[in-house]
C-alpha cells in the first residue's frame, strides 16, 4: 500500500489501526524527513498528483476490515490531536464467509469532501450556484472530520427541540468553524455514519465484511456471496450500475437492509481517472449527455424525466418525496421518531410497539434527510400511490412527515441555510411553474419504513440518515427492529442480542 503524504512537519509518527468495536494497532513507525507537496489549483477535480512517501506491506493474516492511518507531529507534546487521518478497508480474502456485507458510502463523501477547494456544494466553478464543481476527484485526502472525530462533536441534527420562535442553528458549522474541521463533515463520512453501524454490529456478534461503493459500480457479482447487504448512514449518490447490480442481488434471493437516506443523485464514475461526475441541478443545461442517446445517464435526481428510473423502483423510496426534518428551519420543532402503523410487521417481533406508537424520538432518528413515497391513508393505514415506482407489495411500516423548504418568521429567512430550492427543484422536474400553492405543495413530504419482496429477495428500508444515531446511543428500540432485520436476512450473530 502506498502513502502518499504532503507534510509541512518534518517528521511524523505513523499509526495504522483497525477501528472496529475494538480499536486493535497493527503498524506503528517514524517518517522523517517528510516534505511538503504543492498543490494544484484544481486537485479538486484533477487529483494531487504526488510522489510516494512510503509504502506498507499489508499483512497476508490482516483482518478484514476498516482501517486508519493516523499521523501525529513527533515533536507535539502528549495528548495532543492527530495532524491528520486516512482510512481504507481490508476485503476478506473469502467472501461469502460473512453472512453480512456493508457498502460504504464512499461517492457521497466524495461528494462533500472540500479538500483542496471545492466539492459537489460549494467551489471555484462560475457558472454553478456557490461555484459547485461538478467533477471530483477521488486522488485526495479526505476532509478534515469525514474519517475520524473527537468525542462530543456535533452532529447534523441540534439533539434539542427549539422550545420558543428563534433564528436557526447549525451547530455543526459552528463548531467545525471553531475547531478547523470540514464545513460539511457532519455530513457525510466514515466518522459520522457507516462507522456506528459497523461498530454495533461487531458489538452484537454479527460478522460483517466491508465493501465501497466503487467495488459495488465495478463489480456486477460483487454482493452474490453475501445473505444481506447493508447500506446506513448518508447514501445519496449512486451510479445506475449500482442500482442494477442490487436489483439484481435482490431478485436472485438477496436481501437488502437499507437503514438510509436521502437517495437522491445519479453521478457517472470515470474509474480509470480517479473522477466522480454529478451536475445536480444544472444537469439538464450543462451535463454533456443531455439531449443525447445516453441521456438517460444524466447526473440530476432519478426522478429527472430523461433519466426515468424513479429511485422508489429499487429501495422502495425515493429523497425528492421525502426530504428534511429537524434540521435547521426544516420543521425544527417536528417529532424526531416514526409513527407505526403496520406493528404485525416481522421487524417489530417481540419490540412491544402499537399501532401509533412512536419509535426513535428520543435518538433523533427521524432527522436531517429523510425519505419516502407518494401515498393515501385507507381505514387509518398509509399505502403506496404507485405513482413514483414503488413496488405494488410495498408495506409501509411506520412513517413521519417532512419539508423540501426552510420556514419560520420573515426575521429569521436571512438565517437559512437552503432555503426553498428543494421544492423548486421538485416542481421544475414536475414541469409546473412555482407559485405560493405550489411552493407549499412541492415542499410537502414523508419519511418511511418499508419493506417490499422482488423476486426471490426482499428489501427492508428505513429511509433515514439519523438511524445510525439510534444505534450510537443504543436506543432498545432501533437497535431492536435492527436486529430483527439483520436476523431473518443474515442469519444469527454469533453471540449476544439486541442492546437495551
Known sequence: ?????????????????????????????????????????????????????????????LEPGPYLVEMRDSRAPKGARPLGHHFFIVRS??????????????????AYNDWGGASHYFGLTPDTARGRSPILSTQRPWARGQVWLPDGAPRMVSPARPSRPQPPR???????????????????????????FFRWAEAQGHEVDLLVQEDLHAEAEALSPYRCAVFSGHDEYWTTQMRSHVDDYVAAGGHVARFAGNFMWQIRLDLEQGQQVAYKYDATTQDPVAGTEAQHLLTGAWEEPAVGNPGATTFGVNALRGMYAGFGAFAPRSSRGYTIFRPEHWSLDSTGLGYADTVGDEAAVFSYEVDGLDYVFRDGLPYPSGTDGAP???????????????????????????????????????????????????????????SFQRGAGEVFTAGTCEWVNGLRVRDHYVTAITDNVLRKFGGAARRGGPST
Request: charged letters at 20%.
Open 392 to 450: 405494488e407489495n410495498l408495506q409501509i411500516i411506520a412513517m413521519n412527515w417532512s419539508t423540501a423548504a426552510e420556514d419560520g418568521r420573515d426575521v429569521d429567512e436571512s438565517y437559512f441555510m437552503l432555503g426553498d430550492g428543494d421544492a423548486r427543484y421538485r416542481a421544475s422536474i414536475a414541469g409546473e411553474d412555482y407559485t405560493e400553492q405550489n411552493r407549499r405543495r412541492f415542499a410537502r413530504g414523508a419519511g418511511m419504513i418499508v
Open 170 to 196: 447549525y451547530e455543526f458549522v459552528e463548531w467545525a468553524y471553531l475547531n478547523g474541521y470540514a464545513k460539511y463533515y457532519a455530513a457525510s463520512g466514515w466518522a459520522t455514519y457507516e462507522r456506528h
Open 1 to 61: 500500500m502506498d502513502l502518499f503524504i504532503s507534510s509541512t512537519v518534518s517528521e511524523l509518527d505513523l499509526r495504522i489501526y483497525r477501528d472496529g468495536f475494538q480499536e486493535t494497532t497493527v503498524h506503528q513507525s517514524r517518517h522523517t524527513p517528510v516534505s511538503f507537496q504543492p498543490v494544484a489549483a484544481n486537485a479538486y477535480e484533477a487529483g494531487c498528483g504526488w510522489t510516494v512517501t512510503d509504502s506498507w506491506t499489508v499483512p497476508e493474516d
Open 93 to 110: 480474502p473469502a467472501a461469502g464467509t460473512k453472512a453480512i456485507v456493508q457498502v460504504l458510502a464512499t461517492c457521497t463523501w466524495s
